[in-house]
Nanobody
Framework: QIQIVESGGGLVQPGGSLRLSCAAQGNIFVNYDMAWYRQVPGKRRDLVAL???????TYADSVKGRFTISRDNGKQSIYLTMNRLEPEDTAIYFC???????????????WGRGTQVTVAS
């Protein structure tokens, strides 16, 4: 079993900060890319930030300079530090991981269940 577990969402005022955490758990052989996506109900799920196992990062234009993604390979975890939050950042944030497992040896994409971030006065 592979589980992707997110935490850290909540309600914050505009201009505030939050830190999201995500841990991949299970029979992991190789953990490749991990990323944060976000989705507003009724709209598509969009990439927020991605980090490779070599720590190369990619950000959506809308969050550049405000959000920082980081990675701890020993803990199979990623983090998203969100600063200067705006109402437009309100969404469900999903953690994604591309993982090769053992028994069976399979490469697949895995998703967490999401954590709600609400930015409002």
């Amino acid at each position: 079993q592979i589980q992707i577990v997110e935490s850290g969402g909540g309600l914050v005022q505009p201009g505030g900060s939050l830190r999201l955490s995500c841990a991949a758990q299970g029979n992991i052989f190789v953990n490749y890319d991990m990323a944060w996506y976000r989705q507003v109900p009724g709209k598509r799920r969009d990439l927020v930030a991605l980090i490779t196992k070599e720590h190369t990062t990619t950000y959506a234009d809308s969050v550049k300079g405000r959000f920082t993604i980081s990675r701890d390979n020993g803990k199979q975890s990623i983090y998203l530090t969100m600063n200067r939050l705006e109402p437009e950042d309100t969404a469900i944030y999903f953690c994604y991981a591309r993982i090769t497992t053992l028994e069976p040896i399979v490469k697949n994409d895995y998703w967490g269940r999401g954590t709600q971030v609400t930015v409002a006065s």
